[in-house]
């Protein structure tokens, strides 16, 4: 029973001291205790010489990963004496197996890493991708280019230090733990793929949206790879491609919070009744906002009595656009608390009568 539970608290502590070698969280990071600032002198400055330095970490990275599984049996074996796991002859069928398969994985991996570092590091698959996209030149060529252009400050970067996506002039590129994605821009294209909503993130607390979007080339050599980003950075990305984003499937990229804003206004709006404007009555003008758009919403109080409600109904004629009026109400609410902003109220842009989003009714006949 003793052993058992020592075993176990073993066994805890090793996936705990793996958790943090594979995802370092915040505070392993801020200590210093990563594998970029161990092996710091090895690996050279990762802004002087990108390419060199990733190639160098997924190689640490894969090499150090791959000896877990072989560390937690030699681990343990010193841990829990009593296991007498170094017997090997008398291991049971089940250890035998974990020592066979660990091995193995550590000494392929190991070898992988060895083949890598031959030909002064050719073997790597990031100098492979380089290589197949030089025109017949040597990667080292190539990867002297992208480190230049990667020193440049007006390089578009954004993503955890693992996950990061970098574009410059001529480059598309994402880090990542085991390697590193690089395709050349002009022969790429990105396609949009899907967009996801975290209604709270550490950064904000009004919600943000991400955006999935694959790395297409048109060489044959380099795979599809998938870069993931907030759609708030989404404008400052769009302004370093000088290649074509694919939108095939029609996502809504909501870049900024009033972007956010104005998509749940205008779902609201056609969710109330359509307000139908009475036989014979004027068309209406256009937007005393945007001088642009006709004026399309009219404000009737629909909303319920005794939901705390003191929306009042408002008697002027239809002077504004969807999109004026929802900009209006987004800028009668408290800034630093957007997530209310849905449940709250504003008073008419003309006569100040109060109302709520349920009070907006879009004017269908108005093109
Ligand atoms: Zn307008
Ligand atoms: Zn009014
Ligand atoms: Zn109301």
Known sequence: MVEMSQ???????????????????????????????????????????????????STAAAALHSALPLGYFVGLGFACPKLDLFLIHELGLWWQTYLVASTAIWLSTWLLCYYWSRNKWGNHPIAKALHFQGNNSAWTHVAARINQEFRRIDKFTTGPPDMRV????????????????????????????????????????????????????????????????????????????TVPVVNARNVVIQQTLTDRFLEAFRQQVHR???????????????????????????????????????????????????ECMCKWFASRQNQSQPESWLGSKSPCPTCRSKFCMLDVCFIPSVQ
Request: hydrophobic letters at 40%; glycine letters at 6%.
């Open 7 to 57: 075993e176990f608290i073993f066994t805890l502590v090793y996936l705990l001291i793996c958790m943090c070698l594979v995802f370092p969280p915040t505070e392993v990071r801020s200590a210093g205790l990563t594998l970029q600032n161990v092996l710091s002198a090895w690996l050279g400055s990762e802004d002087m010489q990108l390419i060199q330095y990733h190639i160098k970490k």
């Open 272 to 322: 109330n009744p359509p307000f139908v404007p009475a036989p014979g009555s004027l068309a209406p003008d256009n937007c005393i906002g945007c001088l642009q758009t006709r004026s399309n919403v009219k404000l009737v109080k629909l909303c319920e009595e005794g939901q705390g409600g003191d929306c009042v109904q408002c008697f002027c004629r239809p002077m504004w656009c969807l």
């Open 166 to 241: 970098i574009v410059t002039d001529s480059w598309v590129m994402k880090t990542w733990a085991y390697g590193l994605n690089v395709a050349y821009q002009p022969d790429c294209h990105l396609n949009l793929l899907w967009t996801e909503e975290h209604a709270i993130s550490h950064e904000s607390r009004a919600g943000v949206q991400y955006l999935a979007m694959q790395v297409i080339s048109a060489n044959a050599h380099i795979k599809p790879f998938e870069i993931r980003l907030l759609s708030s950075d989404y404008k400052d990305l769009r302004d370093k491609l």
